[in-house]
Every structure is written in C-alpha cells, then in structure tokens.
C-alpha cells in the first residue's frame, strides 16, 4: 500500500523559512518522480515542484522558482521541500504527491505577521 505522510508545516512570518517532508513507503521509492502541489485557501491546486527518481533533475513553478528548492534522500525514502523568502501567498495546504493517484494528507503552512 502507498502511504505519503507529509510534515513540517506550520506558522511562520513572512521573509522567514520551512522544509517539508514527505515519508514515502509501498512502493520502489528511487524508480518515480516525487512532486509537491498546493492549495491555497478557496482556490484549485497549483503545482509546486517536481524532482526525478536520481534526484538530479528539478522543476519548479514560476511562482517559487529561486524561493523554494525540491531535494530527496533515497535511502530514507523521503522527499523535501525547503521553503524560503516565504510570503503570504504562499499560504495553503501543501500536498505530497507521486504518480497519478497517490497524495498524502497535507501539512499547512500558513505565512503571516
């Protein structure tokens, strides 16, 4: 069974930083690409980040790019999300994802004075 638990989010000031986490089990972790998508209050699900199974190739949305930075330990089966600069808009429920239908639960990360 795929289970994705994410973790570390919560409150934060603007301009400060957070690293998500995201334990991944069920499945040949270093075979898939790993993402991270968010939803901010009222609004659909942006995609964030994506890192290939060796972890040597990134992609970042134009909204985080330079801010946030997508890495991934194999041997722990865990994939990060390393936050900077933060800003209000980037509050939302941040969301692990592989393939098509596999999510975790979310974590909050709320930026705010």
């Known amino acids: 069974e795929v289970q994705l638990v994410e973790s570390g989010g919560g409150l934060v000031q603007p301009g400060g930083s957070l690293r998500l986490s995201c334990a991944a089990s069920?499945?040949?972790?270093?075979?898939?690409?790993m993402s991270w998508v968010r939803q901010a209050p009222g609004k659909g699900l942006e995609w964030v980040s994506a890192i290939n199974g060796a972890g040597d190739t990134t992609t970042y949305g134009d909204s985080v790019k330079g801010r946030f930075t997508i890495s991934r330990d194999n041997a722990k089966n865990t994939a990060y999300l390393q936050m900077n600069s933060l800003k209000p808009e980037d509050t939302a429920v941040y969301y692990c994802?592989?393939?098509?239908?596999?999510w975790g639960q979310g974590t909050q990360v709320t930026v705010s004075s």
């Open positions: 994802n592989v393939g098509a239908n596999y």
């Open positions: 069920g499945f040949t972790f270093s075979s898939y690409t």
